[in-house]
């Protein structure tokens, strides 16, 4: 079993920036995509960012692309999501989430593992 430890969220203002950390327990997960999805009240979960296991092929989701920033560290497992010029729908809680295999995904059903999500709130 894969556990995920995210860290980063907030509140900020309309126009601000932060940064989320996704920490993996085992080591296993740098030879998988990892990623970054989202969910908000009323709202499905839905894509945010991914990366394969190498940190390459980034992808993004349009209402994303040119703010959100995902890396990963392979050697500590550990992967980013650096968050500029928020806006009030980006409020949500950010899941962090480890592929089943090697790829970026966008595809929910293709995530193997899930954090606990963290809390990003934007203020207009």
């Known amino acids: 079993q894969v556990q995920l430890v995210e860290s980063g969220g907030g509140l900020v203002q309309t126009g601000g920036s932060l940064r989320l950390s996704c920490a993996s327990s085992?080591?296993?997960?740098?030879?998988?995509?990892m990623g970054w999805f989202r969910q908000a009240p009323g709202k499905e979960r839905e894509f945010v960012a991914s990366?394969?296991?190498?940190?390459?092929?980034?992808s993004y989701a349009d209402s994303v692309r040119g703010r959100f920033t995902i890396s990963r560290d392979r050697g500590k497992s550990t992967c980013y999501l650096q968050m500029n010029n928020l806006k009030p729908e980006d409020t949500a809680i950010y899941y962090c989430a480890v592929a089943r295999g090697a790829s970026a995904t966008t595809d929910p059903s293709l995530v193997q593992y899930w954090g606990q999500g963290t809390q990003v709130t934007v203020s207009s």
């Open positions: 990366v394969s296991w190498n940190g390459g092929n980034p």
């Open positions: 085992r080591r296993t997960a740098s030879n998988n995509g």
